[in-house]
């Protein structure tokens, strides 16, 4: 099993992206899910998790980042607003912790005028 991310794209500085991850129904209802970002040179890193109805950021994203879930399409969304260029990244979805098997290819994010 893979999840895949889709919804990356190039946008300036200060612009959106909505993020999506669908996984198998098995998977999504009873696990925590996490959406992560690697840069190039870095670890990948967790932003932003959901379990339940609590959420969790990373202090870089506060404010600016938002995830959430749609049970019904067992759909998870990382909607991104106030985009910076340290934002930077390819971003993946996966368990929280995350599990080795699933991580799929992810979406480049890139921020650039």
């Known amino acids: 099993v893979q999840l895949q991310a889709s919804g990356g794209g190039l946008v300036q500085p200060g612009g959106s992206l909505r993020l999506s991850c669908a996984a198998s129904?098995?998977?999504?209802?009873?696990?925590?899910m996490g959406w992560y970002r690697q840069a190039p040179g870095n670890q990948r890193e967790l932003v932003a998790r959901?379990?339940?109805?609590?959420?969790n950021y990373v202090d870089s994203v506060k404010g600016r980042f938002t995830i959430s879930r749609d049970n019904a399409k067992n759909t998870v969304y990382l909607q991104m607003n106030s985009l910076k260029p340290e934002d930077t990244a390819v971003y993946y979805c996966?368990?929280?912790?995350?599990?080795?098997?699933?991580w799929g290819q992810g979406t480049q994010v890139t921020v650039s005028s």
């Open positions: 996966n368990l929280a912790p995350p599990v080795r098997d699933y």
């Open positions: 129904g098995s998977i999504f209802r009873i696990n925590a």
């Open positions: 959901i379990s339940g109805g609590s959420t």
